[in-house]
Nanobody, 121 residues
Framework: VQLQASGGGLVQAGGSLRLSCAASGRTFSSYIMGWFRQAPGKEREFVAA????????YYADSVKGRFTISRDNAKNTVYLQMNSLKPEDTAVYYCAAGSVGGSYYYNYDYWGQGTLVTVSS
């Protein structure tokens, strides 16, 4: 599976962005999809995950209630809708695919190249 993330950019605090992650391959619907982020000088951290059907989602406490993960298996795409953005959300955001999923990065087998989100105060 090859993943291509897009949708990052510069936004003011309180604003919104929607990230997309397009996947190649016919097995997309069988993978758990996740979003992670990495701020400068910090470790990569879990943001959100969604199961194969989209019926189950999981969020980091720091984004719960502000971010929404979704997927469209017909389009081989996973999304991350980010609302009420804060300066501390500034990071490179990565999408990932795996068979195990969850909040640990090592449970994901495939990674996109990352897209930069910058939130100004």
């Amino acid at each position: 599976v090859q993943l291509q993330a897009s949708g990052g950019g510069l936004v003011q605090a309180g604003g919104s962005l929607r990230l997309s992650c397009a996947a190649s391959g016919r097995t997309f619907s069988s993978y758990i999809m996740g979003w992670f982020r990495q701020a400068p000088g910090k470790e990569r951290e879990f943001v959100a995950a969604i199961n194969w059907s989209g019926g189950s989602t999981y969020y980091a406490d720091s984004v719960k209630g502000r971010f929404t993960i979704s997927r469209d298996n017909a389009k081989n795409t996973v999304y991350l809708q980010m609302n009420s953005l804060k300066p501390e959300d500034t990071a490179v955001y990565y999408c990932a695919a795996g068979s195990v999923g969850g909040s640990y990065y090592y449970n994901y087998d495939y990674w996109g190249q990352g897209t930069l989100v910058t939130v100004s105060s």
